[in-house]
């Protein structure tokens, strides 16, 4: 047994690179609105996620006895300008990057890992376990927010009259 959502976690990197192909430049900055994420600003979330939030939480309740931590903010780092103004790619390929090394760290973990504990400022006691099944969940809430956009830019507009039988949420 390992923990929850692993498999998940390895196979994002390649969901997303498939989604994606031939994706332009044009339409991976495509925004269906202001406070909206366009596919690169989505993809630059992914790697700071990656990096500032779930790792880091694992890994310290792996090596610390409860610790404590903040709620990650996503609505201030957006509002900061975190997620914008970086190629598609780059953001992509450092989210990858990070991933294969997330995933070694996360397959080298005993099972016993999975109900080493934290606390969450907001949420209270939280387990390896929860935060496995939130990163996974996180991951395909963002595949499916990646494939609507997709969707709605490069398949929906080339529907012809399908597209009347259609409906997109961007």
Known sequence: MSLPGIDQLAATPEIL???MDGLSEEDANWK???KRFSIAETLEHLSH???HCFRDRV???VDEGNPSFEPYD???YFAAGQYSGREAEDSFDHFEE???LNIEYLRGLPDSAAERTGVHSRLGVITVAHVMNEWAFHDLGHIRQIAEIIRARKFYAQSGPFATQSKVNP
Request: glycine share 12%; proline share 6%; aromatic share 0%.
């Open 32 to 34: 269906a609105g202001p």
């Open 49 to 51: 996620v990656e990096g």
């Open 17 to 19: 690179r498939l989604m």
């Open 98 to 100: 990070q991933r294969e």
């Open 74 to 76: 996503t609505d201030a």
């Open 59 to 61: 890994e310290k309740m």
